[in-house]
């Protein structure tokens, strides 16, 4: 299967305490998104990289979250002290720069955070 | 700022009856514009697109969408629903001048009945 992996699929933690995600995209894709989605609502933009570096960041993501892209191929998001609001599933997609692309994401399965 | 409103939270209908789930944005620029469907407890996939050309687009499992530019439109239908397209679908929108950022509507609960 090709498509873009997240790791774990499910990540249950105490308030408090650091969670890292991963996504692996495509391969031949360069361009990597977060996205935070909670019940009842859409993707919300969180971040977004151009092979290794991040282009922009969401005004609303709060300094206890970062992500990096170290070799421009996968990707992890890491939360420290997380809070119970933080509790949503995260979810990765990748997309090309061919300009037949046009901007086509394709998304992964998520990972579903519960903070306790 | 571009922004999706969806303006159906959730759509009942009977099986086989047709379905429109609308969709309106606001950009300040030329958009491509974008319908996600996601079924229980899987990810995201693209239904279909609109990146420029006819207005009418079809997609996959059956659903077309038009683009309305005047109305800021792109609302989606099917003729005959089915209970397997029961799931929530999402409008976005992108920006065509370069730009990568996707804004995504609330989604519309669509709930097939036998």
């Known amino acids: 299967d090709t498509g873009v992996s997240q790791d774990p699929r499910h990540k249950i933690t105490k308030r408090g305490q650091n969670v890292t995600f991963r996504c692996d995209p495509i391969s031949e894709h360069n361009r990597l998104y977060w996205y935070r989605q909670t019940l009842g609502q859409g993707p919300e933009f969180l971040t977004y990289f151009q092979n290794e570096a991040q282009l922009e960041k969401s005004r609303l993501l709060s300094d206890r979250f970062s992500a990096e892209r170290p070799k421009g191929s996968f990707s992890t998001l890491e939360i420290q002290r997380t809070e119970q609001g933080d509790s949503a599933m995260y979810l990765c997609a990748s997309s090309s720069t061919w300009s037949g692309s046009r901007n086509e994401q394709f998304f992964g399965p998520g990972t579903r955070l519960t903070v306790l | 700022a571009q922004s999706v409103t969806q303006l159906d939270s959730q759509v009942p209908v009977f099986e086989e009856a047709p379905v429109e789930l609308r969709c309106n944005y606001s950009?300040?620029?030329?958009?491509?514009l974008f319908w996600y469907v996601q079924y229980p407890n899987q990810g995201l996939q693209l239904l279909l697109k609109?990146?420029?050309?006819?207005?009418l687009v079809k997609g996959i499992n059956g659903f077309e969408a038009e683009f309305n530019k005047s109305q800021t439109s792109f609302h989606l239908r099917k003729p005959s629903v089915h209970i397997s397209d029961t799931a929530e679908y999402f409008c976005a929108v992108s920006e065509n001048t370069g730009g990568f950022k996707t804004i995504f509507g609330a989604g519309t609960r669509l709930f097939v009945k036998a």
């Open positions: 609109y990146l420029s050309g006819s207005t």
């Open positions: 950009s300040s620029v030329s958009v491509y």
